[in-house]
């Protein structure tokens, strides 16, 4: 079996909404090539895409990824943990992937360390550290509520009145990138 071809056949079939012979494409490959194969198909059980619904078989596949320090699998599992009520968890591994760079986890890792796991000592330390980090990846939320922090909190006048500037010019990013693209990273 000529594994590319295979995968290419199976990128296809999925952009192409042939979700049966994509999801039985990759169960092949998984075994052979991993790493994207169980992403696409940790997606495909997640959301029912060619068969039906299975969150414990997409959690399955994210941990494959997440254990071998795959960020999206990190990600993805994180939001399959954080479904399930596993806020702590799903912070954590958040926060891994933020550490490497993935921009949507830096911005969940802030939002569950500041509102849900607020009360647990060090928290709002980690939802500061993750707030900036996910601002400074380009995520148009984190921006926001960051120019917010200071424009409630400057020390003076211009510092307050540009921050309030970098508020609402974020609010307007994020309503553009929605309109192109509800999908990016940056916004989710």
């Not at 795959?70 to 926060?95: H, N």
């Not at 550490?99 to 928290?123: C, M, P, Q, R, T």
């Not at 974020?170 to 309503?175: D, I």
Request: proline share 0%; glycine share 8%.
């Amino acid at each position: 079996m000529n594994t590319s071809a295979e995968i290419e056949k199976a990128y296809m079939a999925f952009e192409t909404g042939d979700y049966v012979s994509a999801r039985a494409i990759f169960e092949c490959l998984e075994n052979e090539h991993g790493g994207r194969a169980h992403l696409y198909l940790g997606w495909m059980f997640e959301r029912g895409l060619g068969g039906c619904e299975d969150l414990t078989k997409a959690e399955y596949h994210f941990r494959c990824l997440a254990e071998v320090g795959d960020l999206d699998g990190k990600y993805y599992l994180a939001t399959a943990l954080q479904r399930r009520g596993e806020v702590q968890s799903a912070a954590a591994l958040f926060g891994e992937a933020a550490d490497l760079g993935h921009v949507s986890a830096a911005f969940w890792a802030y939002a569950l360390y500041n509102k849900e796991l607020s009360h647990i000592v060090g928290a709002q330390e980690k939802a500061q550290k993750y707030l900036i980090k996910a601002s400074e990846l380009g995520h148009i939320f984190a921006q926001r509520d960051l120019a917010l922090q200071v424009a409630t909190s400057g020390k003076n006048f211009w510092q307050r009145f540009l921050a309030r500037l970098r508020y609402w010019v974020s609010k307007v990013n994020g309503f553009v990138l929605i309109l192109k693209n509800s999908e990016d990273l940056r916004i989710r």
